[in-house]
């Protein structure tokens, strides 16, 4: 079903999500799939652009303290990836 929807439309969806879950729950707690839902966002709305980097920088250091090394290093990427595609 998810592959039926529009990718602008997904995108959309996306920042709903994740602008929902800021409101609701303590970004720490659910910042995985906060990362994940926001950096979706950000490729079109670029306002989300800094909240992306910096949703997957905390990801990826909440991962790193729990040893989850090649999460930590794919959103310390990503987070990267996403700060480049800004310049």
Same mark, same amino acid.
């Given at each position: 079903?998810?592959?039926?929807?529009?990718?602008?439309?997904?995108?959309?969806?996306?920042?709903?999500?994740?602008?929902?879950?800021?409101?609701?729950?303590?970004?720490?707690?659910?910042?995985?799939?906060?990362?994940?839902?926001?950096? =979706?966002? =950000?490729?079109?709305?670029?306002?989300?652009?800094?909240?992306?980097?910096?949703?997957?920088?905390?990801?990826?250091? =909440?991962?790193?303290?729990?040893?989850?090394?090649?999460?930590?290093?794919?959103?310390?990427?990503?987070?990267?990836?996403?700060?480049?595609?800004?310049?």
């Amino acid at each position: 079903i998810y592959a039926t929807i529009p990718r602008r439309r997904r995108q959309y969806i996306h920042g709903q999500v994740g602008l929902a879950m800021e409101e609701i729950y303590k970004p720490q707690a659910v910042i995985s799939e906060l990362a994940f839902h926001i950096e =979706q966002a =950000q490729c079109m709305d670029n306002t989300l652009r800094s909240k992306a980097i910096s949703y997957l920088h905390s990801a990826g250091e =909440q991962a790193a303290a729990q040893y989850a090394n090649l999460e930590a290093v794919s959103y310390f990427s990503r987070a990267s990836c996403t700060n480049l595609a800004a310049i």
